[in-house]
């Protein structure tokens, strides 16, 4: 009977999952549109993933020592905030910018709040940022067609917002990622099906991709009608940005309730910007638009306390 009952402090149901095999499901996800991204815009696309993975893993081991924490770049995150920041560059854009993003994403948006599970922000798309407010004529032009080879800024959302002049590519081009843009977002069938083994695999939630490409699949048809809706959904950074940066899991809210408004937000967001704003593009400031509102949201959309009148705020 002395070993019938057995006292020990919380955590008391434990998982098997830990962050080097969450960041290999994603690692995963992310290869069949790298190998895309080879496929359309050569050799150099490869060589800015390498650049920017290799940046963001030295500049990780180079921060704790210096601060004295654990070393943790083989959990992986370094390599996945890498490929992420490479995937959103032009295969133009010079192998340092590459590494001069990585590089502000992992230890400035990253390390400097503590490391991994601390940031408030996505580190890639804070690095994309960093990058657009420094060096914005390397990830605004010089996007290559990979149809022709030739440089072009004639991007799907570009032609349809009226910055650019050109002809818009068939949503099949879109799909398989015959178009210009940045080396990362263009095949979107392969970063959906990326994203859908992410969901299988139980890695990430479907509520936050469904509920961000609902959103601005319900605007594009209200403000722009049916014949454009592929060109909003396929045409930009929105399968990559639902899937893979909107869902990163320290900077996305906690509870089902809260994923939707942040989903709700971010679609809302790109839409406005993508209409009203100067750019055509709008999915990396909306998701980390929502990243600042994050802590916001989920302290007011908390799950009521069993056996508290009131729910969670009656708790104190």
């Given at each position: 009977m002395e070993n019938k009952l057995i006292g020990s402090s919380s955590p008391h149901i434990r998982s098997e999952e830990t962050t080097q095999k969450l960041m290999f499901d994603v690692i995963i996800a992310l290869l069949p549109a790298l190998v895309a991204s080879v496929f359309y815009f050569g050799f150099k696309s490869l060589v800015l993933v390498v650049a920017s993975v290799a940046s963001a893993v030295i500049t990780e081991y180079a921060c704790e020592k210096f601060m004295k924490r654990p070393i943790t770049v083989t959990d992986l995150s370094a390599v996945v905030t890498g490929i992420l920041l490479a995937f959103n560059l032009?295969?133009?854009?010079?192998?340092?910018?590459?590494?001069?993003?990585?590089?502000?994403?992992?230890?400035?948006?990253?390390?400097?709040?503590?490391?991994?599970?601390?940031?408030?922000?996505?580190?890639?798309?804070?690095?994309?940022?960093?990058?657009?407010?420094?060096?914005?004529?390397?990830?605004?032009?010089?996007?290559?067609?990979?149809?022709?080879?030739?440089?072009?800024?004639?991007?799907?959302?570009?032609?349809?917002?009226?910055?650019?002049?050109?002809?818009?590519?068939?949503?099949?081009?879109?799909?398989?990622?015959?178009?210009?843009?940045?080396?990362?977002?263009?095949?979107?069938?392969?970063?959906?099906?990326?994203?859908?083994?992410?969901?299988?695999?139980?890695?990430?939630?479907?509520?936050?991709?469904?509920?961000?490409?609902?959103?601005?699949?319900?605007?594009?048809?209200?403000?722009?009608?049916?014949?454009?809706?592929?060109?909003?959904?396929?045409?930009?950074?929105?399968?990559?940005?639902?899937?893979?940066?909107?869902?990163?899991?320290?900077?996305?809210?906690?509870?089902?309730?809260?994923k939707v408004i942040f989903a709700v937000g971010a679609g809302l967001l790109t839409m406005f910007i993508r209409k009203v704003g100067g750019y055509p593009e709008g999915v990396s400031y909306s998701i980390l638009l929502m990243n600042i509102l994050t802590p916001m949201i989920n302290l007011y959309v908390q799950p009521k306390v069993f056996g508290v009148a009131g729910g969670a705020k009656n708790e104190k």
């Amino acid at each position: 009977m002395e070993n019938k009952l057995i006292g020990s402090s919380s955590p008391h149901i434990r998982s098997e999952e830990t962050t080097q095999k969450l960041m290999f499901d994603v690692i995963i996800a992310l290869l069949p549109a790298l190998v895309a991204s080879v496929f359309y815009f050569g050799f150099k696309s490869l060589v800015l993933v390498v650049a920017s993975v290799a940046s963001a893993v030295i500049t990780e081991y180079a921060c704790e020592k210096f601060m004295k924490r654990p070393i943790t770049v083989t959990d992986l995150s370094a390599v996945v905030t890498g490929i992420l920041l490479a995937f959103n560059l032009p295969s133009s854009a010079p192998w340092w910018i590459a590494v001069v993003g990585s590089a502000f994403a992992i230890a400035i948006v990253k390390q400097i709040f503590g490391g991994i599970g601390f940031n408030f922000l996505n580190p890639a798309l804070a690095g994309r940022a960093f990058l657009m407010a420094s060096w914005s004529s390397h990830l605004t032009s010089g996007f290559i067609d990979p149809a022709t080879d030739a440089v072009s800024s004639a991007t799907p959302l570009a032609i349809l917002k009226g910055s650019a002049t050109g002809q818009l590519p068939s949503v099949v081009d879109m799909l398989l990622g015959n178009i210009p843009g940045v080396i990362g977002e263009t095949s979107s069938i392969l970063l959906i099906l990326g994203g859908l083994y992410l969901i299988y695999r139980g890695t990430i939630k479907w509520i936050i991709p469904a509920c961000y490409i609902g959103t601005v699949a319900v605007i594009a048809l209200l403000v722009d009608g049916g014949s454009m809706l592929p060109y909003h959904l396929f045409g930009g950074g929105l399968m990559l940005g639902a899937f893979f940066m909107a869902t990163d899991f320290a900077t996305s809210p906690v509870t089902d309730k809260a994923k939707v408004i942040f989903a709700v937000g971010a679609g809302l967001l790109t839409m406005f910007i993508r209409k009203v704003g100067g750019y055509p593009e709008g999915v990396s400031y909306s998701i980390l638009l929502m990243n600042i509102l994050t802590p916001m949201i989920n302290l007011y959309v908390q799950p009521k306390v069993f056996g508290v009148a009131g729910g969670a705020k009656n708790e104190k």
